[in-house]
């Protein structure tokens, strides 16, 4: 095996003797000096405890929620014709902020949230999966940028999150750890969710709580439901423990991101709601929001985004299609409502929801562009036409929403949710990617109830917030880590004032290249063309002042102003670790634990390795090899797997043959077995070889104790790296690989280690999520 080298998961040399020269352990408080008196017999001793760290008597709870991928007119909070009445009652009793900004792209939104910096000064300027070794992008949120809940529970606070993660380094997403930056390395007492990816399957949820993979119960629950579930049985617990402590939860569902799945009973609840399509959907909306107040009074409906059709002009079998699609978001987010609504109302009905700030960020960025002009029932493969496309989606309309499938809507229906802005998620050069719906409850204090804050805002901002409503300064020190400043403006300020100047007014964006910058309502931007030279981006110029959702481009009539601001992008990028600019297209390599390794060994027993940091996560041709023994010829099932039903490989063993599957991903399975020759009793070593070819394709070898017993062909191969089920030994759970079995399908026999041998790397394929 080569020798795996990760300086940036250690610290220096350096740093460890600072740490142990003064004495400062980087996790734990030293044991203050004893305070009581010592005497020969308990009598005459004076007795002293140490005194624990509590927070201030009174101290509200806090509650965060993030959504996932929401445009600005999907709710009805905000307009919108989806129905959320908890988020509803959350605004007519807080505040809506209309003025309120994320990054444009989730993993950044989630670092800059967390930390109130910058998502580059938070060293995630786009995902772990694509992480560079440099100080914007190596995915290593530093430990001098503490998190709000490392904050708050060196204040005397229960921590808990629930939900996506996603900021942590591939390098560190194994069995092994290092565990520092999952959620319970960066002060969540309590983990429940996902650390990893940008979506979950919501039906079949691969799931951690803490660092351990929970086993799979196949109870059918949905995710929204096991969260809120979770949720409430933390805060219980606390409160039952210690009901004076105050709590933190932090709850960021896997909703609205891709897929769309939810019961009928709540995607039926949309029949026939969008039948008038999104055209009629925008103007309808927006006719709300200015009745809201959430938008200005003289507020005009943008022209379509490039590519979207006029409604009128589809056929009525798209119409039909594109109509369920909706629907099946729609109940979706409803549905989240509700279980939101469950965990509202449980903190409610513990008499702490008066005494409760509760912030929502309705989305991490605009909503996705990623659901292709026809959407996406399932997974069909990269390699297939829009045509193509429509006619698989129309075939399979009735699995929308189901277990069935990966659904994602048309960019029609993005547009149409996104309205007033223009373009969508990923585009930071737009309104449309980055802004979004705030909500602020705190019913001690906020005076006014339903009120509207047009106040600019920006996601770095929540932390700083919610420390000066809770009135703790921000550290200089955290862990025994001297802290670098906030970079967010606190909101507070504004709460009980309606027509304070905004204290946020400068703030730039930048995901994939196109970028921009914010100042005084005046903004700068360039939707960078991917490949292309980024001196050559064209730069449009907004007073948004005037012209809220960019609807006036000035670059042309204002060149100085336009000149101004894109020196002050250049400076602001420069302070902030935005250079290098990268869109994709640069020389690049999966940053995961296995990169120079040219040989795995697991072991049954072990957790699930996320597939993402899996060994097969680069593409390259490997061998797995089995040390087992078989008890008999009723031995069977599963050696090793990865992934499921919507893509992966199972290698087993199922009546007396040794069998090997390889699901591509858009409906192919290729299927190896073994010779009729009975698998020998005992101790045997059992082989599956899996060769690429530079054609696509591949071919897959079968071998017992060294002897050659079957081979097959692979017509097509996966570059898939975004496998919503991850690696295991000796089961295949969640869905099955294969179509021959049922999860779990454990093996029968023993299984001494699996070995996989690997080539040597490859290029890696990434995708946005």
Same mark, same amino acid.
């Given at each position: 095996?080569?020798?795996?080298?990760?300086?940036?998961?250690?610290?220096?040399?350096?740093?460890?003797?600072?740490?142990?020269?003064?004495?400062?352990?980087?996790?734990?408080?030293?044991?203050?000096?004893?305070?009581?008196?010592?005497?020969?017999?308990?009598?005459?001793?004076?007795?002293?405890?140490?005194?624990?760290?509590?927070?201030?008597?009174?101290?509200?709870?806090?509650?965060?929620?993030?959504?996932?991928?929401?445009?600005?007119?999907?709710?009805?909070?905000?307009?919108?014709?989806?129905?959320?009445?908890?988020?509803?009652?959350?605004?007519?009793?807080?505040?809506?902020? @209309?003025?309120?900004?994320?990054?444009?792209?989730?993993?950044?939104?989630?670092?800059?949230?967390?930390?109130?910096?910058?998502?580059?000064?938070?060293?995630?300027?786009?995902?772990?999966?694509?992480?560079?070794?440099?100080?914007?992008?190596?995915?290593?949120?530093?430990?001098?940028?503490? @998190?709000?809940?490392?904050?708050?529970?060196?204040?005397?606070?229960?921590?808990?999150?629930?939900?996506?993660?996603?900021?942590?380094?591939?390098?560190?997403?194994?069995?092994?750890?290092?565990?520092?930056?999952?959620?319970?390395?960066?002060?969540?007492?309590?983990?429940?969710?996902?650390?990893?990816?940008?979506?979950?399957?919501?039906?079949?949820?691969?799931?951690?709580?803490?660092?351990?993979?929970?086993?799979?119960?196949?109870?059918?629950?949905?995710?929204?439901?096991?969260?809120?579930?979770?949720?409430?049985?933390?805060?219980?617990?606390?409160?039952?423990?210690?009901?004076?402590?105050?709590?933190?939860?932090?709850?960021?569902?896997?909703?609205?991101?891709?897929?769309?799945?939810?019961?009928?009973?709540?995607?039926?609840?949309?029949?026939?709601?969008?039948?008038?399509?999104?055209?009629?959907?925008?103007?309808?909306?927006?006719?709300?929001?200015?009745?809201?107040?959430?938008?200005?009074?003289?507020?005009?409906?943008?022209?379509?985004?490039?590519?979207?059709?006029?409604?009128?002009?589809?056929?009525?079998?798209?119409?039909?299609?594109?109509?369920?699609?909706?629907? @099946?978001?729609?109940?979706?987010?409803?549905?989240?409502?509700?279980?939101?609504?469950?965990?509202?109302?449980?903190?409610?009905?513990?008499?702490?929801?008066?005494?409760?700030?509760?912030?929502?960020?309705?989305?991490?960025?605009?909503?996705?562009?990623?659901?292709?002009?026809?959407?996406?029932?399932?997974?069909?493969?990269?390699?297939?036409?829009?045509?193509?496309?429509?006619?698989?989606?129309?075939?399979?309309?009735?699995?929308?929403?189901?277990?069935?499938?990966?659904?994602?809507?048309?960019?029609?229906?993005?547009?149409?949710?996104?309205?007033?802005?223009?373009?969508?998620?990923?585009?930071?050069?737009?309104?449309?990617?980055?802004?979004?719906?705030?909500?602020?409850?705190?019913?001690?204090?906020?005076?006014?109830?339903?009120?509207?804050?047009?106040?600019?805002?920006?996601?770095?901002?929540?932390?700083?917030?919610?420390?000066?409503?809770?009135?703790?300064?921000?550290?200089?020190?955290?862990?025994?880590?001297?802290?670098?400043?906030?970079?967010?403006?606190?909101?507070?300020?504004?709460?009980?004032?309606?027509?304070?100047?905004?204290?946020?007014?400068?703030?730039?964006?930048?995901?994939?290249?196109?970028?921009?910058?914010?100042?005084?309502?005046?903004?700068?931007?360039?939707?960078?063309?991917?490949?292309?030279?980024?001196?050559?981006?064209?730069?449009?110029?907004?007073?948004?002042?005037?012209?809220?959702?960019?609807?006036?481009?000035?670059?042309?009539?204002?060149?100085?102003?336009?000149?101004?601001?894109?020196?002050?992008?250049?400076?602001?990028?420069?302070?902030?670790?935005?250079?290098?600019?990268?869109?994709?297209?640069?020389?690049?390599?999966?940053?995961?634990?296995?990169?120079?390794?040219?040989?795995?060994?697991?072991?049954?027993?072990?957790?699930?390795?996320?597939?993402?940091?899996?060994?097969?996560?680069?593409?390259?041709?490997?061998?797995?090899?089995?040390?087992?023994?078989?008890?008999?010829?009723?031995?069977?099932?599963?050696?090793?797997?990865?992934?499921?039903?919507?893509?992966?490989?199972?290698?087993?063993?199922?009546?007396?043959?040794?069998?090997?599957?390889?699901?591509?991903?858009?409906?192919?399975?290729?299927?190896?077995?073994?010779?009729?020759?009975?698998?020998?009793?005992?101790?045997?070593?059992?082989?599956?070889?899996?060769?690429?070819?530079?054609?696509?394709?591949?071919?897959?070898?079968?071998?017992?104790?060294?002897?050659?017993?079957?081979?097959?062909?692979?017509?097509?191969?996966?570059?898939?790296?975004?496998?919503?089920?991850?690696?295991?030994?000796?089961?295949?759970?969640?869905?099955?690989?294969?179509?021959?079995?049922?999860?779990?399908?454990?093996?029968?026999?023993?299984?001494?280690?699996?070995?996989?041998?690997?080539?040597?790397?490859?290029?890696?394929?990434?995708?946005?999520?």
């Amino acid at each position: 095996m080569k020798k795996i080298y990760r300086p940036w998961n250690q610290l220096s040399l350096g740093a460890l003797a600072v740490l142990a020269a003064s004495g400062v352990n980087a996790q734990y408080a030293p044991t203050p000096a004893y305070q009581g008196k010592i005497g020969k017999t308990v009598a005459e001793t004076q007795q002293s405890w140490p005194e624990k760290k509590k927070a201030t008597k009174g101290s509200p709870n806090v509650v965060w929620i993030l959504l996932d991928d929401i445009g600005y007119g999907a709710i009805s909070t905000f307009g919108g014709l989806i129905n959320t009445p908890t988020l509803d009652s959350l605004a007519n009793n807080g505040l809506r902020y @209309t003025n309120f900004h994320t990054t444009a792209i989730c993993a950044p939104t989630r670092a800059s949230l967390l930390t109130g910096r910058n998502q580059h000064s938070a060293h995630m300027g786009l995902f772990p999966e694509t992480a560079i070794g440099t100080p914007g992008y190596d995915a290593l949120i530093p430990f001098e940028k503490g @998190t709000i809940a490392e904050i708050l529970k060196d204040n005397g606070y229960n921590t808990f999150a629930l939900g996506k993660w996603h900021i942590t380094p591939l390098a560190d997403l194994t069995p092994a750890g290092p565990f520092n930056r999952w959620p319970t390395g960066r002060g969540f007492e309590q983990f429940y969710g996902f650390p990893s990816r940008g979506s979950i399957d919501q039906w079949h949820p691969e799931l951690w709580e803490g660092t351990h993979r929970e086993a799979d119960r196949q109870d059918g629950k949905h995710f929204n439901e096991l969260i809120a579930d979770r949720a409430i049985s933390y805060l219980a617990s606390q409160k039952s423990g210690n009901p004076d402590k105050p709590f933190f939860l932090y709850v960021a569902t896997g909703a609205g991101h891709a897929p769309h799945q939810v019961a009928r009973q709540w995607s039926d609840k949309y029949k026939g709601k969008f039948d008038a399509g999104w055209d009629a959907y925008r103007e309808q909306v927006l006719a709300n929001q200015i009745k809201l107040g959430v938008v200005p009074k003289n507020a005009k409906v943008p022209p379509r985004n490039p590519g979207v059709k006029d409604w009128n002009s589809l056929g009525a079998e798209e119409k039909k299609l594109y109509a369920r699609f909706m629907e @099946t978001y729609a109940g979706f987010l409803e549905y989240t409502d509700y279980e939101i609504g469950r965990v509202i109302n449980h903190i409610r009905e513990t008499g702490e929801l008066d005494n409760t700030i509760v912030i929502v960020s309705v989305g991490d960025n605009g909503a996705s562009k990623e659901g292709t002009f026809v959407g996406t029932v399932n997974n069909f493969g990269t390699g297939i036409t829009e045509e193509e496309r429509l006619k698989k989606n129309i075939e399979q309309i009735d699995l929308i929403g189901t277990e069935f499938s990966k659904v994602n809507y048309p960019l029609g229906w993005a547009a149409a949710t996104n309205v007033p802005f223009r373009h969508w998620k990923q585009d930071a050069n737009s309104e449309g990617g980055t802004h979004n719906p705030l909500i602020v409850f705190y019913p001690k204090g906020i005076k006014e109830k339903g009120g509207i804050r047009n106040q600019y805002g920006h996601v770095s901002d929540i932390l700083p917030t919610t420390l000066e409503l809770l009135n703790i300064k921000a550290p200089a020190v955290l862990n025994g880590i001297k802290q670098d400043p906030i970079e967010g403006t606190s909101l507070a300020y504004s709460l009980n004032d309606a027509g304070a100047k905004s204290r946020h007014t400068v703030q730039y964006y930048e995901i994939r290249g196109s970028r921009s910058i914010y100042k005084d309502g005046w903004k700068a931007g360039s939707l960078h063309v991917k490949g292309q030279d980024f001196e050559k981006d064209q730069w449009e110029l907004y007073n948004l002042n005037d012209d809220f959702n960019e609807t006036n481009d000035l670059a042309a009539s204002n060149p100085a102003k336009l000149k101004e601001l894109k020196a002050l992008f250049d400076s602001e990028a420069l302070k902030y670790n935005v250079y290098p600019l990268k869109d994709g297209t640069e020389p690049f390599t999966l940053p995961t634990a296995y990169n120079n390794v040219d040989k795995v060994v697991l072991y049954p027993g072990q957790s699930t390795i996320i597939d993402v940091a899996s060994p097969f996560a680069l593409k390259r041709s490997f061998s797995i090899v089995a040390d087992a023994v078989l008890s008999g010829v009723g031995t069977e099932g599963v050696l090793l797997s990865r992934g499921g039903a919507a893509g992966g490989l199972s290698f087993f063993i199922q009546n007396q043959k040794l069998q090997f599957v390889y699901a591509v991903g858009d409906g192919n399975k290729y299927v190896v077995s073994s010779a009729n020759a009975t698998l020998p009793a005992g101790k045997v070593e059992l082989k599956a070889s899996v060769q690429y070819d530079s054609n696509g394709g591949g071919a897959v070898s079968l071998y017992v104790n060294n002897t050659k017993v079957g081979e097959g062909a692979l017509a097509k191969t996966s570059d898939a790296l975004y496998l919503h089920e991850g690696v295991n030994v000796g089961f295949d759970d969640l869905t099955p690989v294969g179509d021959t079995y049922k999860v779990p399908f454990a093996f029968t026999g023993k299984i001494n280690k699996v070995t996989i041998d690997l080539a040597p790397t490859q290029q890696a394929v990434l995708g946005a999520k």
